[in-house]
């Protein structure tokens, strides 16, 4: 038994459940790997203890997920934590990912249960792809459009990378056969290739080390859902395979 986890439980477990569970869920808080390692290896063998909530009915995952450890947050889904627990609202930790638009967060979890995670249902009992739409996370949606695509259809994902191989084989060879009169355009193109292109948005998404390192205050998707408003229509999305 590692020592964090004789320091926080001790040999006997003299702790009550509602303490153990506090240290718990203060180690998802604070992105606290070891102890996290720790504490789900010593309760592999009880998951109800590591599937537990807090009064709010979240997981240590709507936890970890909030402040974006995704470090735990893999440690967590290779334990065996379910991610599909919602809360006392409605809502399970991939839809925080969603909101935040954290893609690397929401890839843990496609990697981990790619169906169940796409199924994932909001309180308006929409899929992962509506509750895109409804909320406006463009970038959420494009990410998830990208993975289904590649879910369905993987051949074409491989011929493609085939084809663009081939094309970068066929061109580099070409470019080998020496020619006097093009030395000077080669040099040319030598030294364009050598610039540093312009730089591009970047993919990562935002984190809080950006703005504030504590999470929201208040549950986000409920802001962003109110109750009072229509039913819009959707567009249709490929989600058959996934009914």
């Known amino acids: ?76 889904l290779e334990a065996g934590v379910n991610p599909g627990v919602k809360n006392n609202i409605g809502f399970a930790p991939i839809h925080y990912a969603v ?3 954290d893609l690397e967060s929401i890839a843990l979890f496609l990697d981990n249960d790619f169906e169940g995670a796409m199924k994932t249902a909001d309180p308006r009992g929409g899929n992962l792809l509506h509750f895109c739409v409804f909320n406006s996370k463009k970038s959420s949606f494009s990410f998830l459009i990208s993975r289904l695509k590649s879910y369905l259809y993987p051949q074409e994902e491989e011929d493609g990378h085939h084809h663009h191989h081939t094309h970068h084989t066929h061109h580099t060879h070409h470019t080998h056969h020496p020619h006097h009169h093009n030395h000077t355009t080669h040099q040319r193109h030598s030294g364009q290739r050598q ?12 984190s809080h080390s950006d703005s504030s390192s504590s999470p929201p205050s208040s549950p986000l998707p409920p802001s962003n859902l109110p109750p009072s408003s229509p039913a819009r229509s959707l567009s249709p999305v490929p989600t058959d395979n996934l009914a």
């Open 195 to 206: 610039r540093t292109p312009p730089s591009s948005p970047s993919s990562r998404p935002r």
């Open 99 to 101: 909101m935040e638009e």
């Open 1 to 76: 038994m590692g020592s964090n986890v004789s320091r926080a439980f001790g040999t006997s477990l003299p702790h009550s459940l509602e303490e153990r569970k506090k240290i718990y869920f203060k180690a998802a808080e604070d992105g606290d790997f070891i102890l996290m390692m720790e504490i789900t290896e010593h309760y592999r063998a009880d998951p109800s203890f590591l599937d537990t909530t807090d009064s709010d009915g979240n997981t240590v995952v709507h936890t970890i997920t909030q402040y974006e450890h995704r470090d735990c947050l893999r440690l967590v």
